[in-house]
């Protein structure tokens, strides 16, 4: 299906078991998300809230969940939805343990384009274990970066920046940080053909547009995670269709 809204859909593979999660990608996929970002699980999510914590250790604890099982759901993915951007997201623990050339190298085999890994800051030597002609990591900036390292980051081939909407972790509350416009502002005039993702605390479909309107993704986790608990994922997803249907839309 052509994605018909600017959302990263994100899902913790192997949650609540994996072929559920399977299946879950492909309910985004239905609703027309424009890209899916695939976590493989890690038991002390830094970057992730309770929600999405919860959602790692029980595929991690209850599933027994690996770095390989993980892959071989992400390749069913691919197979089934061979034009659907995917990023995918994990902790340096598990791909280090993994094999960071085995890893790169499944990846490019996936035709994975991105990869976000919160706890690697990119520009650092272990990090071009994970650079190549076609895969980049993603920058993940908060609105305190500093000018000087914003600067040197834009002096870096990235096409994807992902913004967090303010200082907490995901699945809080919603805001939009005052400085998030001049950090765009900035992306744009230096990498104008680049994409900007906002996420963090994204729950209702009003706020994925607004985040959407600032940037060019609006990046939604804990709430789908919430709504596919209580049984009301579709439901949710059509709510978040609804709002950016074209009447809706600058």
């Known amino acids: 299906m052509k994605p018909t809204m600017p959302i990263m859909a994100h899902l913790v593979l192997g949650y609540p078991?994996?072929?559920?999660?399977?299946?879950?990608?492909?309910?985004?996929?239905?609703?027309?998300?424009?890209?899916?970002?695939?976590?493989?699980?890690?038991?002390?999510?830094?970057?992730?809230g309770p929600v999405i914590t919860a959602a790692c250790r029980e595929a991690i604890e209850g599933q027994h969940v690996t770095v390989e099982d993980s892959l071989r759901a992400l390749a069913t993915i691919r197979q089934r939805f061979p034009d659907q951007e995917i990023i995918v997201m994990s902790y340096l623990n598990r791909i280090f343990t993994y094999g960071a050339a085995r890893f790169t190298a499944d990846m490019e085999a996936l035709r994975i384009r991105h990869l976000i890994v919160p706890d690697l800051p990119v520009d650092s030597p272990m990090a071009a274990k994970f650079s190549t002609e076609s895969l980049q990591l993603v920058p993940v900036l908060a609105a305190n970066v500093g000018a000087?390292?914003?600067?040197?980051l834009l002096d870096m081939p990235f096409s994807f920046y992902y913004l967090m909407s303010d200082f907490k972790i995901t699945g809080a509350g919603f805001s939009l940080h005052p400085r998030l416009k001049a950090i765009i502002e900035r992306i744009r005039a230096r990498q104008a053909a680049a994409r900007i993702g906002i996420g963090f605390g994204i729950s209702t479909p009003e706020q994925a547009l607004l985040a959407a309107k600032e940037?060019?993704?609006?990046?939604?986790?804990?709430?789908?995670?919430?709504?596919?608990?209580r049984g009301e994922l579709d439901a949710l997803l059509t709510k978040i269709a609804a709002a950016f249907e074209p009447a809706e839309v600058e």
């Open 215 to 229: 940037a060019d993704i609006a990046i939604v986790g804990s709430a789908l995670i919430q709504a596919q608990y």
């Open 17 to 48: 078991t994996l072929a559920e999660s399977i299946r879950t990608a492909a309910q985004y996929v239905a609703a027309g998300v424009q890209i899916l970002e695939l976590q493989i699980p890690f038991s002390h999510p830094t970057a992730d």
């Open 148 to 152: 000087e390292r914003l600067e040197k």
